[in-house]
């Protein structure tokens, strides 16, 4: 399993794009890398999955430069709903690791008004 | 709804009294994992289970069992619980795929006091 490497903690303002990158120097072939997000005392909830390029969906984009070596969440024009920890994982999409999912010590963003 | 149901929430217990935490899923999910957080040491997977009757050890196993008799149900138990297994535990489950994305679904959490 492809071990990952995201900054412990960011701080951005309510409105502003917050980008978070996360290295995974050795990721293989078949993995695909998975963001989640986490609430204080809540479960981890699902936001952004991708294998190369570019995804998008209507809350977040994940860029994947053509290496895979690393991968930026950007959170557009973020909320104070929005401060939470941020997770980067990478697995095996196919069989999804077995259910064995590797977490991180995440990313902490703080939106400040 | 989609949806992973843990029970109960919350529960202070005392050391060596066994209890058992449910997970329920709704997905017909394959894989079910459970995990702790702890202050300081994140998300660390307990054990995980590929589908019925096939389970394997996590991170942190030492002080939990678990069995999965059924597809949607994924108990974990505590035999003689230690101050040390204070925690708060998340259920988990997820599936493979192709084609779609492969995201886990996770219970809204059991805060455990082991006084």
């Known amino acids: 399993l492809a071990k990952t490497t995201q900054p412990i903690s960011m701080d951005s303002y309510e409105g502003q794009e917050v980008n978070i990158t996360c290295s995974h120097n050795n990721i293989a072939t078949n993995d695909y890398i998975t963001w989640y997000q986490q609430f204080p005392s809540q479960g981890p909830r699902f936001i952004i999955q991708?294998?190369?390029t570019k995804v998008t969906n209507e809350v977040a984009s994940l860029f994947i430069p053509a290496d895979r070596k690393s991968s930026t969440l950007s959170l557009p024009r973020v909320s104070l709903s929005d401060t939470a920890v941020y997770y980067c994982?990478?697995?095996?999409?196919?069989?999804?690791?077995?259910?064995?999912?590797?977490f991180g010590q995440g990313t902490e963003l703080s939106v400040k008004p | 709804e989609a949806q992973v149901t843990q029970n109960p929430r919350y529960l202070i217990t005392v050391t060596g009294k066994k209890l058992t935490v449910t997970c329920s899923q709704n997905?017909?999910?394959?894989?079910m994992s459970w995990y702790r957080q702890d202050p300081g040491l994140g998300l660390r997977q307990i054990y995980y289970s590929m589908n019925v009757e096939v389970t394997d050890k996590g991170d942190v196993p030492e002080g939990y069992k678990v069995s999965r008799k059924e597809k949607r149900n994924f108990p974990l138990i505590l035999e003689s619980p230690s101050p040390n297994q204070t925690s708060l535990y998340f259920c988990?489950?997820?599936?493979?795929?192709?084609?779609?994305?492969?995201?886990?679904?996770f219970g809204q959490g059991t805060r455990l006091t082991v006084v």
């Open positions: 988990a489950s997820s599936a493979p795929g192709q084609g779609k994305n492969t995201e886990a679904f």
């Open positions: 991708g294998y190369k």
């Open positions: 994982l990478v697995g095996d999409k196919i069989y999804n690791q077995g259910g064995k999912l590797i």
């Open positions: 997905m017909n999910h394959e894989y």
